[in-house]
T-cell receptor, first 112, second 114 residues
């Protein structure tokens, strides 16, 4: 079935790089997404990658996709305290709705 | 470009009551999807509306229903509220079929059922 898994927690020091990992199951996903959620807020789209790409870079963000292993990662360079939030990886189900299937989220804590 | 908006921001109801949540889609988007996010979980798909028709549904009972209006705004209705319905309700708009399937989320409505 459809399932997305993420580690629950990551702690880094300000200025270091953060790497958040995700595994997914639906190989028919056209796009894979990373969303950020700050406390008490909705979801902010950070970036996405098309399934035929291996890598996408967008300023401090780098997304790596290993389609064979169904593994997605988000690297945040020069992590800042403002990056502290929950990060969700999501795949689409490839069906008529392109509904998003989310992981449980990774809480990123950035220590000053 | 106007983003996705939702109302109200917070709501407290008691078990058995009914609630209506509202969402205005981002300009140019004709599709609205609703998600339920329980505390400590990722969002779960409830249903999607496209051109005023339900276009797909997740594993939610019929007491969760919705509407989409000609201006593409949408409502989520929940009847006979249960304690487990307490959650953040998120709507997302998109415009599939034009290479723009990405869903953009509103700030959510936080519902507490007592």
């Amino acid at each position: 079935g459809e399932d997305v898994e993420q580690s629950l927690f990551l702690s880094v020091r300000e200025g270091d790089s953060s790497v958040i990992n995700c595994t997914y199951t639906d190989s028919s996903s056209t796009y894979l997404y990373w969303y950020k959620q700050e406390p008490g807020a909705g979801l902010q789209l950070l970036t996405y990658i098309f399934s035929n790409m291996d890598m996408k870079q967008d300023q401090r963000l780098t997304v790596l996709l290993n389609k064979k292993d169904k593994h997605l990662s988000l690297r945040i360079a020069d992590t800042q305290t403002g990056d502290s939030a929950i990060y969700f990886c999501a795949e689409t189900d490839g069906g008529a709705t392109n509904k998003l299937i989310f992981g449980t989220g990774t809480l990123l804590a950035v220590q000053p | 470009e106007t983003g996705v908006t939702q109302s109200p921001t917070h709501l407290i109801k008691t078990r058995g009551q009914q609630v209506t949540l509202r969402c205005s889609s981002q300009s140019g988007h004709n599709t609205v999807s609703w998600y339920q996010q329980a505390l400590g979980q990722g969002p779960q798909f409830i249903f999607q509306y496209y051109r005023e028709e339900e276009n797909g549904r997740g594993n939610f009972p019929p007491r969760f229903s919705g509407l989409q209006f000609p201006n593409y705004s949408s409502e989520l209705n929940v009847n006979a509220l249960e304690l487990d319905d307490s959650a953040l309700y998120l709507c997302a708009s998109s415009s599939p079929g034009q290479g723009r399937e990405t869903q953009y989320f509103g700030p959510g409505t936080r519902l507490l059922v007592l």
